[in-house]
């Protein structure tokens, strides 16, 4: 009986690959970079099942090209670039890699609090181009990260991860949800407030939602001038969360104070972004799971959820659940 054929569309962790070649025939795209759209597809129409990254696009024009897919098994946690009901609709299963990026995208949130708060590319730069001047009372100052108050909009893994980290600075915790957290409340004794009030009550944003319909351009102008004028911003759910025209215009205003993203409305997001041209912003190629444990600990995920599919056998983390189907 021959093996069931798979692709990989793009250079992942040597483990997973073994994984996937111990169970399945494969194809993959050798490469740090992703495939053109034609040669993703034409591979994906020769496949049983792929493994994907977030930048490819799993919609209606894929499913057509590829019909014999099985599994769409997505290296990521979001998957605003799979159009699920139509997944579901063909009889395709799609999943994702939940838990294991969670700590280390907590990380980088709080990397760029941290940076944001304390200028600390600003003072880097500062000193790179010669311009460190004589200290005085006034030189750099920064805001205070401990003891303030951390608003946490989207209280799901993520978000909790972050508040946990909240707690060893001695920070009040708030948190906007489309649910009640109950157990955030009772472990960490965050508050819940409605998105407006947790707006204007924060020292600290930081957004973890993931990017949906309700979510989509979520910070614009009006948001931003809730915030208060010593507020920074932090993003490291989707960049479509945030409207990146308003974020300028409100930096430029001093509310929020500053702001620190590691995803943008387009990525790789261009090198004359006119956010790079304010001091009050900081920003990092979305490197939210870049750690090679993390992302070794995704691929392996993704590959176990697709070996397990094209064996027979149910995914460990499903985004959505077809009839008929053990």
């Given at each position: 009986?021959?093996?069931?054929r798979?692709?990989?569309?793009?250079r992942?962790?040597?483990?997973?690959?073994?994984?996937?070649?111990?169970?399945c025939?494969?194809?993959i795209?050798?490469?740090w970079m992703?495939?053109?759209?034609?040669?993703?597809l034409r591979?994906a129409?020769?496949?049983?099942?792929?493994?994907?990254m977030?930048?490819?696009?799993?919609?209606?024009?894929f499913?057509?090209?590829?019909?014999?897919?099985?599994?769409?098994a997505?290296?990521?946690?979001?998957?605003d670039?799979?159009?699920?009901?139509?997944?579901?609709?063909?009889g395709?299963?799609?999943?994702?890699?939940p838990?294991?990026?969670t700590?280390?995208?907590a990380d980088?949130?709080?990397?760029?609090?941290?940076?944001?708060?304390?200028r600390?590319?600003?003072?880097?730069?500062?000193?790179?181009?010669?311009?460190?001047?004589?200290?005085?009372?006034?030189?750099?100052?920064?805001?205070?990260?401990y003891?303030a108050?951390?608003?946490?909009?989207?209280?799901g893994r993520?978000?909790?991860?972050?508040?946990?980290?909240?707690?060893?600075?001695?920070?009040?915790v708030?948190y906007?949800?489309?649910?009640?957290?109950?157990?955030?409340?009772?472990?960490?004794?965050?508050?819940?407030?409605?998105?407006?009030d947790?707006?204007?009550?924060s020292d600290?944003?930081?957004?973890?939602?993931?990017?949906?319909?309700?979510t989509r351009?979520?910070?614009?102008a009006?948001?931003?001038?809730?915030m208060?004028?010593?507020?920074?911003?932090?993003?490291v759910?989707?960049?479509?969360?945030?409207k990146?025209?308003d974020?300028?215009?409100a930096?430029?205003?001093?509310?929020?104070?500053?702001?620190?993203?590691?995803?943008?409305?387009?990525?790789?997001?261009?090198?004359?972004?006119p956010?790079?041209?304010?001091?009050?912003?900081?920003?990092?190629?979305h490197?939210?799971s870049a750690?090679l444990?993390t992302r070794?600990?995704?691929a392996?995920?993704a590959?176990?959820?697709?070996?397990?599919?094209?064996?027979?056998?149910?995914?460990l983390?499903?985004?959505?659940?077809?009839?008929?189907?053990v």
């Amino acid at each position: 009986m021959s093996k069931p054929r798979a692709f990989i569309s793009r250079r992942i962790p040597q483990p997973a690959i073994d994984l996937i070649a111990a169970a399945c025939d494969y194809g993959i795209w050798d490469d740090w970079m992703a495939a053109p759209r034609d040669v993703f597809l034409r591979e994906a129409a020769q496949s049983d099942g792929v493994l994907v990254m977030p930048s490819e696009q799993i919609n209606e024009e894929f499913l057509d090209a590829a019909p014999r897919v099985k599994i769409v098994a997505n290296m990521a946690v979001g998957y605003d670039n799979i159009d699920v009901p139509a997944l579901t609709r063909r009889g395709v299963l799609a999943t994702n890699t939940p838990d294991v990026l969670t700590e280390t995208t907590a990380d980088i949130a709080w990397a760029l609090l941290m940076a944001a708060a304390r200028r600390v590319v600003e003072g880097h730069k500062t000193i790179e181009a010669g311009q460190w001047g004589a200290w005085h009372p006034f030189y750099m100052l920064g805001q205070d990260v401990y003891g303030a108050t951390l608003g946490i909009v989207g209280a799901g893994r993520i978000g909790a991860a972050v508040a946990r980290r909240a707690k060893a600075f001695n920070m009040r915790v708030l948190y906007h949800n489309r649910r009640r957290a109950p157990h955030l409340e009772v472990a960490l004794g965050a508050e819940y407030r409605a998105f407006d009030d947790l707006l204007r009550e924060s020292d600290f944003v930081v957004m973890t939602a993931p990017l949906t319909d309700e979510t989509r351009g979520l910070f614009g102008a009006r948001e931003f001038a809730l915030m208060k004028d010593t507020a920074v911003f932090v993003n490291v759910a989707r960049g479509g969360v945030v409207k990146e025209a308003d974020l300028v215009e409100a930096l430029k205003r001093g509310r929020p104070w500053a702001a620190g993203l590691d995803v943008f409305e387009v990525e790789p997001t261009p090198k004359d972004n006119p956010l790079f041209e304010l001091p009050n912003f900081v920003g990092t190629p979305h490197i939210g799971s870049a750690t090679l444990r993390t992302r070794t600990a995704m691929a392996m995920l993704a590959a176990q959820n697709l070996v397990n599919v094209l064996t027979g056998k149910p995914p460990l983390t499903p985004i959505n659940a077809l009839p008929n189907r053990v």
